[in-house]
Each structure stands twice: as structure tokens, then as C-alpha cells.
């Protein structure tokens, strides 16, 4: 099946800072991602929509200025947490959206803000 | 999207089948029942989906009953790999619509 690679996996970064995650669709184009964020024993929450070449659109209650989406080409999303504090500490996880409307997930990233 | 319900947790003995329910009754015509899983730590893994037909893979078999308002997902031979969480999800047909994922049912494969 298609791969999604979403880089890093762990990422601890101090209060205050900014981090970035990178969500590849490495075999296919992806003109849609979706990034999710889950915390501990709790479901996938989708954050927002991202679409290629257009600005992101946000689920009810997602800060769109501290969750930052590039979808800048078809096979790159990147979703920036800005000015990071303890309680963005989270999994976040990108899908991306096949030609059949499958969805193909990363491999989640784990955000510790210290 | 329509709303599914789950049981919270299974348990099932290695290399038995395990055989997990979802219900779906608000379902509509052309919704389609999908199914993930997650194990811990790792983005979800699409497993199997289907509209109305019995459908297979080399992963699971997926039985919808006949009136389409709950659906169960076969694991043939479970195998302590298969430990994760099992999430059932009504969605759209094709055109554009988002997962929504529930609490799914967390299955423990024991020896």
C-alpha cells in the first residue's frame, strides 16, 4: 500500500519554542492531508485540513496562528507548533488522502514540551 | 457521518478468531463502514472497508448485516501482533470526507 512518512518520531523541545513536523506521501500525491492530534488513552482528533497550494482549513477550537499548515507541494505537508508549552505535549498524526479516497497515515509524532 | 458504538475492550486467545461488533444504525444509503486500527504508538492502519457486501483481505474479513446497521470485523487467527485498539467508521461516499474516529474497541491477544 502507499507510505506516508511523517519525521520525527519523538521530539522534545523546551516551553517557548517552535517545532516542526513533516508529513511525506513517498509513492503517491497527495493534493489532501489531514493532521490529528490524540492524547493519552483518547481518540484521533482531526486539527485541520490541509490541502495543496490553499490554506489550511481548522476544526472548531484549533488555533489556526499556533498551528501553523504548509501544504506547499503534493507530496509535503508540515504543521508547526509555535511557541510551544507543556500542554501542546501531544501525538500528533498526518494522513494523507489517496486517489481513491483512502486514507494512509503516518507514523505519528510524539511532542514533549519540557 | 454516521455514529458507530463499540464495546471498550475484547479479549481473545491467541490463533482463535476474533470477531469484533460495531453498530451503525443511523447509517445512510451511501455510507460506507471502514475499519482501522491503531497499535500503540503508531499512526492507524487501514484494515478493510465495505458498503453492503461481505468483504476480504489478507488481513480480515468484514460482515455487514443485511439492513446495514451494524457490521462485525473477522480476524481469523489472532496473533499477539494483532493486540490494538479497533476503530469502526461510518464515512461518506467517495467525493471528500474526513475520518472521524470513535473510542474503538481495545482488543488484547493473549497467549
Known amino acids: 500500500g502507499a507510505v506516508v512518512s511523517q519525521h520525527p518520531s519523538r521530539v522534545i523541545c523546551k516551553s517557548g519554542t517552535s517545532v516542526k513536523i513533516e508529513c511525506r506521501s513517498l509513492?503517491?500525491?497527495?493534493?489532501?492531508m489531514f493532521w490529528y492530534r490524540q492524547f493519552p488513552k483518547k481518540s484521533l482528533m482531526l486539527m485541520a485540513t490541509?490541502?495543496?497550494?490553499?490554506?489550511?482549513?481548522?476544526e472548531q477550537g484549533v488555533e489556526k496562528d499556533k498551528f501553523l499548515i504548509n501544504h506547499a507541494s503534493l507530496t509535503l505537508s508540515t504543521l508547526t507548533v509555535t511557541s510551544a508549552h507543556p500542554e501542546d505535549s501531544s501525538f500528533y498524526i498526518c494522513?494523507?488522502?489517496?486517489?481513491?479516497?483512502?486514507?494512509?497515515f503516518g507514523q505519528g509524532t510524539r511532542l514533549t514540551v519540557v | 457521518d454516521a455514529k458507530t458504538t463499540q464495546p471498550p475492550s475484547m479479549d481473545c486467545a491467541e490463533g482463535r478468531a476474533a470477531n469484533l461488533p460495531c453498530n451503525h444504525s443511523?447509517?445512510?444509503?451511501?455510507?460506507?463502514v471502514y475499519w482501522y486500527r491503531q497499535i500503540h504508538s503508531q499512526g492507524p492502519q487501514y484494515i478493510i472497508h465495505g458498503l453492503k457486501n461481505n468483504e476480504t483481505n489478507e488481513m480480515a474479513s468484514l460482515i455487514i448485516t443485511e439492513d446495514r446497521k451494524s457490521s462485525t470485523l473477522i480476524l481469523p487467527h489472532a496473533t499477539l501482533r494483532d493486540t490494538a485498539v479497533y476503530y469502526c467508521i461510518v464515512r461518506g461516499g467517495l467525493g471528500y470526507s474526513t475520518l472521524t474516529f470513535g473510542k474503538g474497541t481495545m482488543l488484547l491477544v493473549s497467549p
Open positions: 494522513s494523507a488522502r489517496g486517489q481513491r479516497d483512502e486514507a494512509f
Open positions: 509513492d503517491f500525491q497527495a493534493t489532501t
Open positions: 490541509s490541502n495543496e497550494g490553499s490554506k489550511a482549513t481548522y
Open positions: 443511523t447509517i445512510s444509503g451511501n455510507e460506507y
